[in-house]
């Protein structure tokens, strides 16, 4: 006989602040947000609690009585999980998990245990698992389970120590090793940087579940995983796009942004995102049938701002105009937002028009230039050849000529090289 052992739901309250900080509909959005995100981990809502207050409790971030009132919920209802909006401090968990005697976690923890669960590759799994113990760190209790069992063995436990200092060195030096793993990673990530130097590089950004995978697979004919779920995709992936008659296009697929994203998972997830970083254009894509499309584009531009990006050409992409029921929203954005496009990834819509327009912005974006140096200037025309695609190069005794052709940014870069600042 086949045992065939059945997979657990847990059963989840979700637990909000309303410190009157926004409106009563974005705490409920935000709310709404970290339900999907439970359910994206495999839980089930059975409560969600908002609670009002002026500010957040120090010890039971919405106040002893309140969480009083819901541990005798958890109690009656059977509640496995309590899954916080806000990130808690190591004295809250600890004050909520001993008074719920159930388990306690908050936005960040939920987050990075759904990038455990998504990650594929194992840059993706080191970016996590960093993270994670970066996270951990800080919320270690004497109830934590001996990681020296995980990572010990002879050495590892010094004379007169506690378990929980233990556990915490054998973290740091997780970390640290981690850390040289990340860096081992991006060195790797710059020579194949190189490489590409002559190619229009496109990075996709956008909210998580924005739809930018769906949009990556039909502008490449690719088959990268994509689903109604938040963070699908968290490797970044790179195809070659062919919409122009004779630049090179590389297009590369990113991991989405979420508010409240764990400042351990941005430091640790700087080398995947490296492709925004060295991206001559960047389409952010916008779910434009969600109610806070406007927030998710602030919260999108904020984290590009953290990532040296916001100096790009960046093409607003409203995505799922399929979805508007009130044609009137359409013609808002449309002026609201003049230099953007709408269109339907899933359905196909509004494609050529995005390739004519990205044709039409690297046509603007390059410049093509000829110059002449000494033969001497060898470090030069060396440096020129790192920074611009070289048409031509001729070389007589009057000197070099060379014809080359580059981004406009690039362009003022080889001036200062010939003509100095």
Request: aromatic share 6%; proline share 1%; glycine share 4%.
């Amino acid at each position: 006989m086949i045992e065939i052992t059945k997979k657990v739901v847990e059963r989840a309250m979700l637990v909000a602040l309303d410190t009157k900080a926004y409106s009563k509909e974005v705490v409920e959005e935000h709310l709404a947000e970290l339900e999907e995100l439970a359910n994206t981990a495999g839980a089930e809502t059975v409560f969600k609690i908002i609670q009002s207050k002026s500010r957040m409790d120090s010890a039971y971030y919405i106040g002893k009585g309140k969480a009083e009132e819901l541990a005798q919920l958890v109690e009656l209802n059977d509640i496995n999980i309590i899954i916080f909006d806000d990130d808690l401090t190591p004295v809250q968990v600890r004050n909520l998990s001993d008074l719920f005697k159930r388990k306690v976690i908050d936005r960040s923890g939920l987050i990075l245990d759904i990038f455990a669960s998504r990650a594929k590759s194992k840059e993706a799994k080191t970016q996590v698992e960093l993270a994670q113990l970066q996270y951990l760190l800080p919320r270690l209790t004497r109830a934590w389970t001996h990681l020296s069992k995980q990572y010990g063995g002879i050495g590892t436990k010094g004379p007169g120590e506690t378990q929980i200092e233990t556990d915490r060195r054998i973290i740091r030096t997780r970390i640290s090793h981690l850390k040289e793993k990340l860096n081992e990673i991006e060195n790797h990530r710059i020579t194949q940087s190189a490489g590409r130097k002559n190619s229009t590089r496109i990075a996709i950004a956008g909210y998580t579940n924005a739809g930018k995978s769906t949009l990556f697979n039909l502008l490449t004919s690719s088959d990268v995983f994509a689903e109604d779920k938040l963070f699908a995709t968290l490797d970044s992936t790179t195809r070659s796009l062919e919409v122009h008659d004779t630049e090179k296009i590389l297009i590369s697929d990113t991991v989405g942004f979420i508010r409240k994203l764990p400042p351990q998972l941005i430091a640790s997830f700087k080398s995947t995102l490296s492709e925004v970083r060295e991206a001559d254009i960047i389409f952010h894509v916008v779910d434009v049938s969600h109610q806070f499309y406007e927030d998710h584009i602030k919260v999108v531009e904020d984290t590009l701002k953290e990532f040296g990006s916001a100096d790009k050409k960046v093409v607003r992409i409203f995505n799922k105009i399929d979805l508007i029921k009130d044609k009137s929203k359409i013609d808002f954005i449309r002026n609201s937002h003049k230099e953007s496009i709408m269109i339907s990834a899933m359905r196909g819509m509004n494609i050529s028009a995005l390739k004519s327009l990205l044709n039409d912005i690297i046509e603007d974006q390059f410049v093509e230039a000829k110059i002449k140096l000494q033969l001497t200037d060898s470090k030069k025309v060396s440096q020129i050849h790192s920074l611009a695609e070289v048409l031509k190069i001729d070389y007589d005794e009057n000197g070099i000529k060379i014809h080359y052709k580059t981004s406009k940014q690039n362009s003022d870069k080889i001036k200062k090289i010939i003509y100095g600042s």
